[in-house]
């Protein structure tokens, strides 16, 4: 079964740590997508990672994309409580497999 | 005004009832979405369209029907719905040159009695 998992499912962390969440993927996909969504509202994108090594940054984001290993990261720096919400990676084969998601929850 | 909007935003039925849920976008993009979005499950695609002449099933398909009525227009329909599809729906679009970077509606709640 080809599958999109994240972990951690569930992130409280304080602000001004730094974190990282995790995207495994088993598909052949060679981009992954990242997306935040707030409580009760839609997705947004936040990154697309087209290759192998791509690395982006939005602000205390930090997305990079390991084709070979089928993981994409999502770092966070000096978390602020304005981060909070729940991430989620997608793969880019046919099915758009979209992970579980991560919810984050940033404390003073 | 939204780029992509859903109508209606929130809908309850009842069990055997045919539902349409519909999706309309003004970013001039080619390809649309279905997805659903249960908790603890993250979305699954239900159907895509990569143009007016084209409707691919996606990973949970069954239950469900979509037609593509114009470019911009993409409706998925519940021919006789039931309980376990109660959730949130939302339409997505995308463009090839854009790297197929999704954009989402607001979605739609749906609850099926």
């Known amino acids: 079964e080809l599958k999109v998992e994240q972990n951690p499912l569930f992130l409280s962390m304080q602000e001004g740590k730094n974190y990282t969440i995790y995207c495994n993927y088993s598909t052949t996909s060679d981009r992954l997508y990242w997306y935040r969504q707030d409580p009760g509202k839609s997705l947004e994108s936040l990154f697309v990672l087209l290759s192998n090594g791509a690395v982006k940054q939005e602000g205390r984001l930090m997305a990079s994309l390991d084709t070979k290993a089928r993981l994409s990261t999502l770092h966070i720096t000096a978390a602020v409580h304005d981060l909070s919400a729940t991430y989620f990676c997608?793969?880019?084969?046919?099915?758009?497999?979209f992970g579980t998601g991560t919810r984050l929850q940033v404390f003073p | 005004d939204a780029d992509v909007t859903q109508t209606p935003r929130n809908r309850i039925t009842k069990t055997g009832k045919r539902i349409m849920l519909e999706c309309s976008q003004t970013?001039?993009?080619?390809?649309m979405y279905w997805y659903r979005q249960d908790p603890g499950l993250g979305l699954r695609l239900i159907y895509y369209?990569?143009?007016?002449?084209?409707?691919n099933k996606g990973e949970i398909s069954d239950g469900y029907s979509v037609s593509r009525q114009a470019q911009a227009k993409f409706s998925l329909s519940l021919e006789s719905a039931i309980p376990n599809q109660t959730a949130l729906y939302f339409c997505a679009t995308s463009d090839f040159y854009q790297a197929d970077t999704q954009y989402f509606g607001p979605g739609t709640r749906l609850t099926v009695l």
């Open positions: 997608s793969d880019d084969t046919d099915k758009l497999i």
């Open positions: 369209s990569f143009d007016v002449k084209d409707i």
């Open positions: 970013k001039g993009h080619d390809r």
